[in-house]
């Protein structure tokens, strides 16, 4: 109660007792959509930009070019010279950085707020004059920075080609989620000078794009400094509209990985797939994750881990994206166990809610679990900027904190029990077992034992 009370502070708190964030919401005449949040609580700001380009918006066989720009944005632009953006950043006592999922690209600065001038600076210079300063030599030197993070994350690490190897599983070739967002090794190889151009001419422009600057502001003010920063950034052809085939599975898929970096325990990966982000059952769905898997008294956690020791862990969770989303159960076997003896306990007590509701206290503790967490993410302005962006894109309202909460408030153990029945089908999942080399043995048998 005592962390609540503090993390409410940072909110005004109306009449109803509806946590609410401030802001003030305009829109440059290139379309570039600007949102502005004032808490002078801490003397920093933040400065948040979403590009509304992901991997999703790539094409089969030109795959890993929003998470290469992601690297390219660093490399200098029209007005800062290489390797300024990072050093007048920590000069002024700042920090940065950047991520790119299936459905958008982020870039942030964190400054002291008499600083906010230079990241307003630094963030309008790429968006208007990235192409002024890059070249075929820049584009390959980070061609090759992002193979390298590709065979560090995926090809080199043990179990790295599980999420590829899921969603080419789960989505078809040409779906938007079919490929990693750091794209392929191939495509990379492939890429031209002017495929490169073009992807940033389409998606990098201010009418597709939305900024937030969140802390400690003058209102007025900020929004003279970012139409003088802003303003003069040329307007770009609205981004072509994205098409997709329907995500559909009709059976059961099972694929067995033997991954040559691991060496001894095997990990069960079941997923299957779910409602898109803030569509009905993904709430629910995230609660479910919980109850199944969310700490040490959560129901597989317990069975796996604490009571049965044939598991070294055990996780679930609601990956929400923007088209369609996807559930997972994911649990890494003790030496000396299978993963079917895991799938077979999973299985059990996934039975188990499908026949019986979770309890309300199991029910109330995830609802709790995710309060706590959607308040956390929301302390400081770095916080609030990222969600202010999440929520417009998401919803085209950017104060959309009380709604998004009031999913979860309103769920009860029946809403809980009715979306694992409807979603967590036997005949239409994913089982993928990791293993050793040599070891298909371990893997996740149908109707094992």
């Given at each position: 109660m005592?962390l609540?009370?503090?993390?409410?502070?940072t909110?005004?708190l109306?009449?109803?007792?509806?946590?609410?964030?401030?802001y003030?919401?305009?829109?440059l005449?290139?379309g570039?959509s600007?949102i502005?949040?004032?808490?002078?609580?801490?003397p920093t700001?933040?400065?948040n930009?979403?590009?509304?380009?992901?991997?999703?918006?790539?094409?089969?066989g030109r795959?890993?070019f929003?998470?290469?720009f992601?690297?390219?944005m660093?490399?200098?632009?029209?007005n800062v010279?290489?390797g300024k953006f990072?050093?007048?950043l920590?000069?002024?006592?700042?920090d940065?950085?950047g991520?790119?999922?299936?459905?958008r690209?982020n870039?942030?600065?964190?400054v002291?707020s008499n600083?906010l001038?230079?990241?307003?600076?630094?963030?309008?210079?790429?968006m208007g004059?990235?192409?002024n300063?890059?070249?075929p030599?820049?584009?390959d030197?980070?061609?090759?920075?992002v193979?390298n993070?590709r065979?560090q994350s995926?090809?080199?690490?043990?179990?790295?080609?599980a999420?590829?190897?899921l969603?080419?599983?789960?989505?078809?070739?040409?779906?938007?989620?079919?490929?990693?967002?750091?794209g392929?090794?191939?495509d990379l190889?492939a890429a031209?000078?002017?495929?490169?151009v073009?992807?940033?001419k389409?998606?990098?422009v201010?009418?597709?794009?939305?900024?937030?600057?969140a802390?400690d502001?003058n209102?007025?003010?900020t929004?003279?400094?970012?139409?003088?920063w802003f303003?003069?950034?040329p307007?770009g052809?609205p981004a072509p509209?994205l098409?997709?085939?329907?995500?559909v599975?009709?059976?059961e898929?099972r694929?067995v990985l033997?991954?040559?970096m691991v060496?001894q325990?095997?990990r069960l990966?079941?997923a299957w797939?779910?409602?898109r982000?803030?569509a009905?059952?993904?709430?629910?769905?995230d609660?479910l994750s919980s109850v199944?898997?969310?700490?040490?008294?959560?129901?597989?956690?317990k069975r796996?881990?604490?009571d049965l020791q044939i598991?070294?862990?055990?996780s679930?969770?609601?990956?929400s994206s923007?088209?369609?989303s996807?559930?997972?159960?994911?649990?890494?076997a003790?030496?000396?166990?299978t993963?079917?003896?895991i799938?077979?306990v999973?299985?059990?007590?996934l039975d188990k809610?499908?026949?019986?509701p979770?309890t309300a206290?199991?029910?109330?503790?995830?609802?709790?679990?995710y309060?706590a967490?959607?308040?956390?993410?929301?302390?400081?302005a770095a916080g609030k900027?990222?969600?202010l962006?999440?929520?417009?894109k998401?919803?085209?309202?950017p104060?959309?904190f009380?709604?998004?909460?009031?999913?979860y408030?309103?769920?009860?153990?029946?809403d809980?029990?009715s979306?694992?029945n409807?979603y967590?089908?036997?005949?239409?999942?994913v089982?993928?077992?990791?293993?050793?080399?040599?070891?298909?043995?371990l893997a996740a048998m149908?109707?094992g034992?």
């Amino acid at each position: 109660m005592l962390l609540l009370l503090l993390l409410l502070t940072t909110f005004v708190l109306a009449e109803d007792s509806r946590i609410t964030v401030p802001y003030t919401r305009f829109t440059l005449p290139n379309g570039l959509s600007v949102i502005l949040h004032e808490d002078h609580s801490v003397p920093t700001v933040s400065v948040n930009v979403w590009y509304h380009v992901g991997s999703g918006n790539e094409k089969p066989g030109r795959t890993g070019f929003a998470h290469l720009f992601e690297h390219i944005m660093f490399e200098g632009s029209g007005n800062v010279p290489e390797g300024k953006f990072d050093e007048w950043l920590e000069a002024s006592g700042g920090d940065n950085n950047g991520s790119t999922t299936g459905d958008r690209t982020n870039y942030y600065e964190n400054v002291p707020s008499n600083a906010l001038e230079l990241p307003l600076f630094l963030e309008s210079d790429r968006m208007g004059f990235l192409l002024n300063a890059m070249t075929p030599g820049k584009v390959d030197g980070q061609r090759d920075v992002v193979k390298n993070e590709r065979r560090q994350s995926y090809e080199n690490r043990p179990y790295g080609l599980a999420f590829p190897t899921l969603a080419e599983n789960l989505y078809p070739k040409d779906h938007p989620y079919h490929w990693p967002t750091i794209g392929s090794m191939e495509d990379l190889s492939a890429a031209s000078y002017d495929d490169v151009v073009q992807f940033f001419k389409t998606y990098y422009v201010p009418n597709n794009a939305s900024l937030v600057v969140a802390g400690d502001i003058n209102t007025e003010q900020t929004k003279t400094l970012v139409t003088k920063w802003f303003s003069d950034v040329p307007m770009g052809k609205p981004a072509p509209p994205l098409f997709y085939p329907p995500a559909v599975l009709t059976e059961e898929k099972r694929v067995v990985l033997e991954d040559p970096m691991v060496k001894q325990l095997p990990r069960l990966y079941m997923a299957w797939h779910s409602p898109r982000s803030f569509a009905p059952g993904d709430a629910e769905l995230d609660i479910l994750s919980s109850v199944l898997a969310g700490g040490k008294t959560s129901r597989l956690y317990k069975r796996l881990v604490y009571d049965l020791q044939i598991a070294q862990d055990v996780s679930a969770f609601q990956y929400s994206s923007a088209i369609t989303s996807s559930f997972m159960i994911v649990s890494t076997a003790r030496s000396g166990h299978t993963l079917t003896e895991i799938e077979n306990v999973i299985q059990e007590e996934l039975d188990k809610i499908k026949a019986e509701p979770p309890t309300a206290m199991e029910v109330q503790r995830a609802v709790n679990q995710y309060e706590a967490s959607f308040l956390d993410r929301l302390e400081g302005a770095a916080g609030k900027a990222d969600q202010l962006n999440a929520y417009f894109k998401a919803t085209g309202n950017p104060d959309y904190f009380n709604e998004d909460l009031a999913r979860y408030q309103a769920i009860d153990a029946k809403d809980v029990q009715s979306v694992c029945n409807r979603y967590l089908k036997n005949d239409a999942r994913v089982i993928l077992s990791i293993v050793p080399v040599g070891m298909k043995e371990l893997a996740a048998m149908k109707g094992g034992k």
